[in-house]
């Protein structure tokens, strides 16, 4: 099992890895964007494959960063971290019983014996 530093390192490198893959999205997008302009103005011209390179570049760096963050989002559990304790123990009850000849030490229900209990019967 992890420990709770590894769990918040885990978080951050999540959050961290978003923030990135969407820049390394606006990146891909703005050098296709420039790769298309400069191919269709001038083809073949050294700005085009200069263009290209960073296109790939940042594809590369995009298809990285999703990996990664594919591979922690994973390894998580599905169900939410609770960062605070419960307020109460689960499985106990805090309500009453449905009667009050159910309760403990009254006599002659469910064999209870009110002497066990040091109750003395009326």
């Not at 960063?65 to 307020?87: C, D, E, I, N, Y």
């Not at 064999?111 to 109750?119: I, K, L, P, Q, T």
Request: aromatic letters at 10%.
């Amino acid at each position: 099992m992890a420990s709770m530093t590894d769990r918040i390192m885990s978080l951050r490198a999540v959050r961290q890895l978003r923030r990135v893959r969407a820049f390394y999205a606006v990146g891909a997008l703005m050098w296709a964007t420039s790769t298309a302009w400069t191919g269709w103005q001038s083809p073949g011209s050294r700005q085009m494959w200069v263009s290209v390179l960073l296109l790939v570049i940042f594809t590369g760096l995009l298809l990285t960063a999703s990996l990664w963050l594919q591979r922690l989002q994973g390894t998580g559990s599905a169900v939410p971290a609770h960062h605070a304790a419960p307020r109460r123990a689960p499985g106990r009850t805090t309500r009453m019983p449905d009667s009050p000849r159910a309760w403990p030490g009254r006599p002659g229900v469910c064999g209870s014996d009110s002497r066990a209990y040091g109750f003395t019967p009326l």
